[in-house]
């Protein structure tokens, strides 16, 4: 009997990061990919005071039981261009040296986040249940990007963990720091606790997979 074994089209990394504690994580001067700077963090959440917020839903419905937080969408304009391009650029690296899925690109307004604890003892903290970013509905995402931008010393609780196994992985929490992981993986955001945390997050999109 001879046993033929198919070509490895994908590299089945559990997640990758662009970890903002490690310089070389960072683009040099005249790019635009990697790592957040603290400035370009900033700058990104300064778009919370210009555009609109809009609900987190969940499957186009309210489910605070299932996930609370705020949410602003950021649409692609002239001011936005560079964000978008740096979220483009970052993928476009990490899906060819550790999935090569076939990819379009962001076609869901990337959002915005604000996880922020209430002093109310009874309320719902902001928080988002254990899930996955593809399904019925959203079954063309197939790469997840999540985009630290607070200093983790400003808040307690909201982090973020994927189940690759039995035990979440211990994810690096840097301010600027990218994580991007498949979007069939489970992962939830615990319960903030104390403080305030920002965070950016958006889906690469792509033929369903077969």
């Given amino acids: 009997m001879v046993l033929i074994f198919p070509k490895q089209k994908y590299r089945q990394s559990k997640y990758t990061c662009y970890d903002a504690s490690q310089k070389e994580h960072f683009c040099k001067s005249d790019e635009n990919w990697g790592a957040f700077t603290g400035q370009e963090c900033e700058k990104v959440i300064s778009l919370s005071k210009q555009i609109k917020p809009s609900k987190a839903i969940v499957d186009g419905r309210m489910k605070h039981e299932i996930r609370k937080v705020n949410a602003w969408g950021i649409s692609y304009s002239e001011s936005t261009r560079w964000l978008w391009e740096k979220l483009v650029n970052s993928v476009k690296y990490a899906n060819s040296k550790w999935w090569n899925y076939d990819i379009y690109g962001i076609i869901d307004y990337p959002q915005l986040l604000c996880y922020e604890a209430s002093n109310n003892k009874d309320s719902i903290q902001d928080h988002y249940n254990k899930h996955i970013d593809n399904g019925e509905i959203y079954y063309y995402r197939k790469i997840s990007i999540s985009v630290q931008l607070s200093d983790p010393q400003d808040y307690e609780g909201s982090e973020l963990k994927l189940y690759t196994q039995r035990e979440a992985e211990k994810l690096p929490k840097a301010r ?35």
Avoid: N
């Fill in 176 to 210: 600027g720091t990218i994580i991007l992981f498949p979007s069939f993986v489970l992962h939830e955001v615990t319960p903030i606790i104390q403080g305030k945390r920002w965070a950016l997050v958006c889906w690469v999109c792509g033929p369903q997979f077969r």
